[in-house]
């Protein structure tokens, strides 16, 4: 008689037990699903706001420059969303990690009008076909564009990017110092976000996709 | 033989340590046995080549070149079990030129230098990786092929010079 008042005491405490794991679970799932819908907030891995600006930036917007097939290249003609940055293929490291890791974010990101531009700050070695030629290493749509060097020189300057040709002695011949941002553009041409040439894969698809 | 080439190996790395948990345990003592004499063997060629060879390689690899560049960049891990020391040179066959660069990016800008030499603290290490200093390799004589193993062969201020294995990997490894 005493061991089933006992055993009933014990089913009560674990069934008070279960139900108060299933309110707390409850309420950990209710809290995450509201701080998963609040619109727009998209976080970095460091904690940066990764939300997309509601206007375009005060730089970048529209120019023409010759693309990797000896095309002129129009920016806002292309009516897709680009990620868009300064480069040249003699750079040995920063330069094929920086497309490598954009080639992953397409592979995360399945199907996509997303497109890469690759502008060369390096007029005088970059030839469209050297620049197809590298870009086709990678699993991705990319756009290599050149110009002259005042026509390169000016979308530098129009996006408030920098480069320097540095002669110093070494066997590559010269070597460019050279910026490092990663410029999200919207569909209008307008520049929404700057990247920077460390964020993760994560971090670019969070921004990549309020494109 | 080179011992010093034999541990940066990290296909070899890998069995190394497997030995020297046979070694502790026991279990299968002929074999065991059998290696760790040819371990201290070893050992004692690479002591009688240059005794003050202090510094170890490791994890050394190469990125694929991207056709039709020529250069490409190697990667590397010094630890130095020694007094203060520096990298001076490095030579690769496949390459006309290897250079030593320094990269620093500052307010986002990559600036990239040729430098004379590498430091490594007494005690310390000196890592060689992506979007940091590297060793630049110019003139390819070929096509680099992502797995397969070349040799560089590093230069110490120290006097010691050691050949070692680098991987080829991918555009994206690390």
Known sequence: ?211 | MDIWSQEEDPSRGSAANKRNNGMVKFSSFGPVFCLMIVWIQVGIWGCGESSSRRVIVEDVWVRENIPPQKITAGYLVLRNEGEMTALVSARADVAEVTELHVMTARENVMQMRKADGITIAAGGMATLQPGGNHLMMIGLKRDLVPGEVIDLTLGFQNGQTTTVRAVVKKVGGS
């Open chain 1, 1 to 211: 008689m005493e061991d089933a008042s006992r055993n009933q005491r014990g089913l009560r405490a674990i069934f008070r037990l279960e139900t108060w794991r299933l309110v707390t679970g409850l309420f950990c799932i209710l809290c995450m699903a509201f701080w998963g819908c609040q619109p727009g907030q998209q976080v970095s891995d460091d904690g940066r706001d990764l939300t997309l600006e509601k206007e375009p930036l005060p730089i970048g917007g529209d120019f023409t420059l010759t693309d990797h097939n000896g095309m002129p290249f129009r920016l806002v003609d292309q009516n897709r969303p680009v990620l868009l940055f300064f480069g040249y293929t003699t750079c040995p490291d920063f330069c094929p990690q920086t497309l490598a890791r954009l080639a992953q974010v397409y592979f995360e990101l399945g199907e996509s009008d997303l497109l890469t531009v690759f502008v060369s700050v390096d007029p005088g070695r970059d030839t469209p076909e050297n620049l197809k030629m590298y870009l086709s290493h990678f699993d991705m749509p990319a756009v290599g564009l050149t110009g002259g060097e005042a026509a390169v020189n000016k979308v530098v300057e129009q996006y408030a990017g920098f480069y320097e040709r540095r002669d110093e002695a070494s066997a590559a011949g010269y070597l460019i110092d050279h910026s490092l941002y990663i410029y999200a553009v919207d569909r209008t041409g307008g520049v929404r976000f700057l990247l920077r040439s460390t964020d993760s894969v994560k971090n670019i698809l969070k921004v990549v996709r309020q494109l």
